[in-house]
């Protein structure tokens, strides 16, 4: 199960987190819980780690952070899953490593890195 103190204390310390530290104690714990939610979707309980929940909750406060009607509207057409967009002489391209999940890209190399590990272990020579 997901633990709010030792998320919260992680992200409390790391640089980089205002939006996170602007949040009222409500707030932090509601991010905190979206964060563990949207993971659970996808990878297995035993992998969410303090860390890793605390990478997606960074994430995702600084994606909520996007001022402005343009920023919402850009942030719908990416969760759409669009790959670019272009409107009066202005074009946007999104990353085409992008997922259109809501996963944070450190969660998800962070993944990538343990699959190769796991499956590099495996291999050997049988003498």
Same mark, same amino acid.
């Given at each position: 199960?997901? !633990?709010?103190?030792?998320? *919260?204390? &992680?992200?409390? %310390?790391?640089?980089?987190?205002?939006? &996170?530290?602007?949040?009222?104690?409500?707030?932090?714990?509601?991010?905190?819980?979206?964060?563990?939610? %949207?993971?659970?979707? &996808?990878? #297995?309980?035993?992998?969410?780690?303090?860390? +890793?929940? #605390?990478? /997606?909750?960074?994430?995702?406060?600084?994606?909520?952070?996007?001022?402005?009607?343009?920023? @919402?509207?850009? /942030?719908?057409? %990416?969760?759409?899953?669009?790959?670019?967009?272009?409107?009066?002489? +202005?074009? +946007?391209?999104? !990353? *085409?490593?992008?997922?259109? !999940?809501?996963? #944070?890209? !450190?969660?998800?190399? &962070?993944?990538?890195?343990?699959?190769? /590990?796991?499956? =590099?272990? =495996? @291999?050997? =020579?049988? @003498?």
């Amino acid at each position: 199960m997901m !633990d709010f103190a030792k998320t *919260d204390a &992680y992200l409390l %310390r790391l640089s980089g987190a205002e939006n &996170y530290k602007a949040l009222t104690p409500v707030e932090k714990e509601e991010f905190v819980f979206t964060a563990y939610e %949207r993971l659970s979707l &996808y990878y #297995a309980e035993s992998m969410l780690t303090p860390k +890793v929940v #605390a990478l /997606q909750t960074l994430y995702m406060t600084k994606s909520a952070s996007v001022d402005g009607e343009e920023g @919402v509207a850009l /942030q719908n057409i %990416r969760k759409a899953g669009a790959k670019s967009y272009s409107l009066e002489g +202005v074009s +946007v391209t999104f !990353d *085409d490593n992008a997922t259109g !999940d809501g996963i #944070a890209p !450190d969660v998800l190399a &962070y993944f990538e890195l343990l699959e190769s /590990q796991k499956s =590099r272990a =495996r @291999v050997g =020579r049988l @003498v």
